[in-house]
């Protein structure tokens, strides 16, 4: 084949790699399958193999990596990347944009219009485009000289190789954030573990120390992303390029070329308007797939940021109102031990207390032993705390340098610090566990679990009142709830007739609970909410499910070895056996009704990712469930769909690495209605 030939057929199949990295990657709706785009792949990486000197410049088989480097090179920016100002506080918002104001001449009772949107919590870059093709890629460096990255850069499938556009400027410098979603960084941080390496104390961190090598096959190993915001350099050349007149445009235009933009954005009409975005955007900080630091609040309009002008390096007329941290610094004042419902010995480390992301936190888990030996927490230590979602704060790191020699080490005791038996530590497992069959502490935390909302949702039975009737002899089976009086009610300390009446009314009220709130109220080790409804629905009654074997618990489709070995161990103890008779002499659970809609999603296993349009997770699981159904939470591949929505992360890729068929909103209801 000649030449032309030959470059022609390359240009078609990069084009065609280019179309579906585009649909993974940056919109996640693949229209090939893995197969079908491995083979195109190799097909273009055979021709180039036959013919290296043809090679296309910017050929997607870069993007696994190429030889590497000795160090990188320095790259300069065409514009400097400069740096924001901060505002920490509503109060420091509304000056930042009363100044604004100022500076720009407007009135202040005329409302600026800004474009507000995410503030990334990655790694700056700065992609440098010519005639539409990706030239360069350079970290922000000091701001005005960067390193260059371009072969690590040009392994993120999510950044377009070549803009898809036919009308490119000469050269345009386009600027985003790389991040590794959250997924992502806990995934490759077991990996690291694995490796016998050191974890990343963060994902920015991680995003960072996977951009910055140089060898770019490791960098084409990490699932890095991006998302793209802001504009540098710009000179349009020869070409017919007219630059937007707002933010809100160039976002839309760059989105148009094919990079990855952020999906929550907004114009807002003055201060107020922003506040809200913030806070709306604040409360859901934690449920999406990567982490933000704050809101980027921008003149929309780039001739009133123009106007607006400098000060020292940070542009006046945008600002980063930032969150506040979910990491701070504390003492460890002291280490105790808390005794799980199932006798788990976990460590907790007492601190002075501290506002997280503005929580305070008193207690920090330190999880088990190995994690205390693992980061040498010690009494006495300055550590760093963090909050990540709705979790216990954990200790993240100790403060080596802060240290003063008069520290104490802990060691777990070897016996039950609340009952005295022996504690034990099975081999090859990390938690220690108190052996004590009367042991106080668990029946506590029994009793709560039993009467939490998701169980037998007793109202009103806190963890103080459980504290109270457990340490007052009156409850010693779970069945003893169910045998209280008034007068032992009211006998207990701050119980008056009518909060007495109260308590037994919703014990009452309890007597008659579905049959799989009470299995999951049982507490009954690795059986969550999911098993017990499976468990409930196969089984219908507490009385044969306490008497099946491993062979018919495994039958039921989502209960695996470990959980049902734990089913046969606690069914298999006299004292539990005992405790169920008493109990099921005091109440009736209700056999689940066998459902009236159709099966159409039985023996089907879904898992639910990122926001669907009109159908929040409780809707989806009810509609799964009730066409018998089930809704699991990690994608593996037994996993028959997955159900995404919006702003889905490592689970839909997980689930197209593994093949496993993904479907939107309303192929999920044809689906259901069918
Ligand atoms: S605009 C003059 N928009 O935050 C710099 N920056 O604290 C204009 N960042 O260096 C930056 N998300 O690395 C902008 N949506 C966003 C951002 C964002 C994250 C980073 C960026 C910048 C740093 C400033």
């Known amino acids: 084949m000649e030449k032309k030939n030959v470059q022609k057929k390359m240009q078609e199949i990069a084009s065609e790699i280019e179309k579906h990295d585009y649909q993974y990657y940056v919109l996640d709706q693949p229209i090939v ?103 360069r890629a350079a970290t922000r460096g000091d701001g005005e000289i960067g390193e260059d990255v371009t072969q690590n850069i040009k392994t993120i499938r999510s950044i377009p190789l070549n803009l898809k556009t036919k009308n490119p400027p000469e050269r345009i410098e ?40 140089l060898d770019s096959k490791i960098t084409a190993s990490r699932p890095l992303t991006g998302f793209f915001y802001g504009l540098g350099e710009v000179v349009a050349g020869d070409s017919e ?86 990491k701070s610094m504390t003492l460890v004042e002291d280490i105790q031990v808390q005794v799980g419902r199932t006798g788990a010995l976990t460590p907790v480390a007492i601190v002075t207390p501290v506002s997280v992301g503005g929580v305070w936190v008193k207690r920090a888990t330190l999880h088990n032993q190995d994690e205390i030996d693992r980061k040498d927490i010690r009494i006495g230590d300055h550590v760093v705390i963090q909050r990540a979602g709705d979790v216990i704060p954990e200790v993240v790191e100790v403060i080596k340098e802060k240290r003063r020699g008069d520290e104490r080490r802990f060691k777990i005791p070897d016996h039950c610090p609340v009952c005295g038996s022996k504690a034990i530590r099975p081999e090859g497992e990390a938690v220690t566990r108190c052996s004590g069959k009367n042991c106080i502490a668990k029946l506590k935390e029994r009793v709560r679990h039993f009467a939490q909302k998701d169980a037998l949702n007793i109202e009103g039975l806190g963890d103080k009142i459980v504290e109270q009737l457990v340490d007052a002899g009156l409850v010693k ?108 002499q005091k109440i009736t659970p209700i056999e689940p009704k066998a459902s009236a809609s159709p099966q159409v999603f039985a023996g089907k296993t879904f898992v639910l990712t990122g926001t669907l349009p009109s159908l929040d997770r409780s809707d989806a699981t009810k509609i799964i469930e009730d066409r018998g159904g089930k809704v699991s939470s990690s994608v593996s591949k037994k996993t028959d769909y997955v159900l995404a929505g919006e702003e889905a992360g490592s689970k839909l890729e997980k689930a197209r690495s593994l093949g496993v068929k993904v479907i939107d909103e309303s192929e999920f209801r044809s689906m259901a209605s069918n």
């Not at 509304?94 to 919590?121: P, S």
């Not at 995934?187 to 016998?196: P, S």
């Not at 109260?502 to 109220?521: H, V």
Request: hydrophobic share 40%; with cysteine; net charge negative.
């Open 174 to 213: 386009i600027r985003g954030e790389i991040i590794l979603s959250i997924k992502d960084f806990e995934k490759l941080n077991r990996e690291q573990v694995k490796k016998e390496e050191k974890p990343f104390a963060n994902p920015r961190n991680a995003a960072a120390g996977s951009l910055r090598q």
């Open 241 to 326: 390029f007219t630059l937007p007149k707002t933010m809100a445009a160039f976002e839309e235009l760059i989105e148009e070329w094919g990079l990855p933009i952020g999906k929550h954005k907004k114009i807002c009409k003055g201060a107020d308007e922003v506040t809200s975005f913030y806070q709306s955007i604040g409360e859901m900080r934690e449920d999406l797939p990567y982490e933000i630091d704050g809101v980027v609040v921008k003149l929309n309009a780039f001739s009133q940021q123009q106007a607006a002008g400098f000060v020292a390096r940070s542009p006046r007329g945008m600002i980063a109102f930032k969150f506040p941290p979910k």
């Open 33 to 135: 399958t893995d197969a079908e785009y491995d083979v195109l792949f190799r097909n273009l990486q055979k021709l180039e193999t036959e013919h290296p000197e043809w090679a296309l410049p910017n050929s997607p088989t870069q993007r696994v990596g190429g030889k590497a480097l000795d160090q990188f090179q320095k790259s300069k920016h065409g514009v400097p990347m400069l740096s924001l100002a901060n505002a920490l506080t509503e109060e420091e918002f509304t000056a930042f944009d009363e100044r604004v104001h100022r500076f720009i001449d407007a009135d202040a009772k005329t409302k600026l219009e800004y474009f507000a949107e995410l503030k990334f919590d990655g790694l700056s870059i700065n992609l440098v485009y010519e005639k539409g093709t990706l030239v």
């Open 477 to 584: 089976h779970l069945s003893d709830l169910f045998s209280l009086e008034f007068d032992d009610v009211l006998a207990l300390e701050g119980f008056a007739d009518k909060s007495s009446h109260k308590l037994l009314n919703a014990i009452e009220a309890a007597r008659t609970p579905d049959l799989y709130r009470l299995i999951f109220g049982l507490g009954i080790r690795h059986i969550g909410e999911t098993t017990a409804k499976l468990l409930a629905q196969k089984f219908k009654s507490l009385n044969k499910l306490r008497n099946a074997n491993t062979e018919e618990l495994l039958e039921v489709d989502g209960v695996g070895e470990e959980m049902a070995r734990s089913l046969v161990e606690h069914f298999g103890h006299e004292e539990v056996q005992a405790e169920l008779n008493e109990l099921l």
